[in-house]
């Protein structure tokens, strides 16, 4: 399995940026998908998991209210939707996806990530 994020880059606070990622290989292996992010000098902190089960979705404080995962089947890719974007969300941005049909903490495949700058 390969997890390819896209969809990053440099926008300014108050800004929107949609994340995808792109899943190919073995597809059939990946149920729940979620998304991550680490900051410069922090650990990496989960912020939403949409489950295979029924589509329900999950989020951390950090993603609350502001973020929106969703997934395509039909393409393989989930999405993150991120508004008002503040200049604490810089991070890499990974996504991750698991065997278990429902959001857990055994996220085995991992993409390689990608880097979200906010300006102020």
């Known amino acids: 399995v390969q997890l390819v994020e896209s969809g990053g880059g440099l926008v300014q606070a108050g800004g929107s940026l949609r994340l995808a990622c792109a899943a190919s290989?073995?597809?059939?292996?990946?149920?729940?998908m979620g998304w991550f992010r680490q900051a410069p000098g922090k650990e990496r902190e989960e912020i939403s998991c949409?489950?295979?089960?029924?589509?329900?979705?999950y989020y951390t404080n950090s993603g609350k209210g502001r973020f929106t995962i969703s997934r395509d089947y039909a393409k393989n890719t989930v999405y993150l939707q991120m508004n008002s974007l503040k200049p604490e969300d810089t991070a890499v941005y990974y996504c991750?996806?698991?065997?278990?049909?429902?959001?857990?903490?055994?996220?085995?495949?991992w993409g390689q990530g990608t880097q979200v700058t906010v300006s102020s």
């Open positions: 991750a996806a698991e065997e278990d049909p429902d959001c857990g903490d055994e996220f085995t495949y």
């Open positions: 290989g073995s597809t059939s292996d990946i149920n729940a």
């Open positions: 949409i489950s295979s089960i029924d589509g329900s979705t």
